[in-house]
């Protein structure tokens, strides 16, 4: 039986989810041999392979056009989606920008900021557009909810491990206590 394909992306993310996933430590060379890890951040690939993957993994929330294709491109090439981290679970820290008005939002994020000097709002054709913020189970049907900010390797290692033993992990106990 050949490797099982796993994809994974990020959305409005901070690169956390993807340490945590990392953070396995040594027991990432035991799932490597069973896995075949294809477009993620770790390996720099951006798009899923068109055959598809077995496994897509998104961290971040939806917070750009260019996100809601990310999502879908995910989605339509992974035959199990799992959200990963409290972002793409249900918004996370993200969401925040929710509460105010967008132009205001980046107004303030991009030229009002103290260490900003001619600061611009970044404006081109080739920029996903700014959208309301949401959870990746807002935009597409998800699989698997991981939550936690992020969550722990063991948690990580713990789902991927199941999956490969062709179970759906349940998520209890310590998999959902954060310190
Ligand atoms: S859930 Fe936390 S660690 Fe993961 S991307 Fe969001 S802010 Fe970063």
Redesign the pocket.
């Known amino acids: 039986m050949g490797k099982v394909k796993v994809a994974t992306d990020w959305l409005a993310?901070?690169a956390?989810?993807h340490m945590s996933f990392l953070d396995i430590d040594e027991r990432i060379v035991g799932l490597l041999e069973k896995i075949e890890l294809t477009a993620t951040p770790i390996t720099d690939l951006k798009h899923p392979p068109e055959e598809g993957v077995t496994v897509g993994i998104l961290?971040?929330a939806v917070n750009n056009t260019t996100h809601l294709e990310v999502v879908k491109r995910m989605r339509e090439r992974c035959k199990i989606l799992i959200s990963l981290?409290?972002?793409a679970v249900f918004g996370?820290?993200v969401s925040m920008r929710n509460f105010f008005d967008l132009d205001e939002a980046l107004r303030r994020a991009y030229v009002e900021t103290e260490s900003t000097v001619d600061g611009q709002i970044p404006c081109s054709e080739e920029l996903g557009k700014p959208i309301r913020v949401r959870s990746v189970k807002d935009v597409v049907e998800v699989d698997i909810h991981i939550p936690g900010?992020?969550p722990s390797a063991d948690t990580i290692y713990y789902a991927l491990s199941e999956l490969l033993e062709g179970r759906i992990p349940v998520l209890t106990g310590d998999n959902l206590k954060y310190d």
């Open positions: 993310a901070c956390g989810c961290t971040g981290g409290d972002c996370g820290i900010c992020p």
